[in-house]
């Protein structure tokens, strides 16, 4: 199998196919980024040590920890993180994950837009 199948009624992604690329929060792996689908993406990140606190105006991102252990800033407020903690984080939040070996699952709804990353 290829980094996705896509059909008409369903898609699938294979994670370990998908080339890594730099975000604010360390490197992610985009699922479901295509053309045929507008209503959500998956992402694999790797937090980096200096991930940059950021917001979207359009996207709900829903976040689920796999490993490793840290905190999250959500609008100058830090939380605890640790493998099964799940955040929604709603448009116009501020946040950045900060952890070692932190690897998340993030769900952006609707799909991931580049053009809807915003810094203070």
């Known amino acids: 199998m290829g980094a ?4 008409k009624n369903f898609q ?4 370990s196919q998908i080339e890594p690329v730099n975000c604010p929060c360390g490197t992610t792996r985009r699922a479901f980024m295509n053309e045929q ?11 980096k040590a200096d991930s940059e606190t950021h ?12 490993e490793g252990n840290g905190h999250i ?4 407020q830090s939380y605890p993180l ?5 955040i929604l984080i709603q448009p116009g939040c501020r946040h950045r994950a900060v952890g070692a070996d932190l ?6 709804i609707p799909k991931f837009d580049p053009e809807d990353e915003w810094f203070d």
């Open 73 to 76: 800033e959500l609008d100058g």
């Open 4 to 7: 996705e199948i896509i059909e």
């Open 82 to 86: 640790s493998p099964g903690t799940s």
């Open 103 to 108: 690897k998340i699952l993030n769900v952006p």
């Open 37 to 47: 689908n507008e209503v959500a993406s998956m992402h694999l990140v790797e937090i």
């Open 55 to 66: 917001y979207h105006r359009k996207m709900t991102e829903v976040y689920y920890v796999l």
């Open 12 to 15: 699938i992604a294979d994670f």
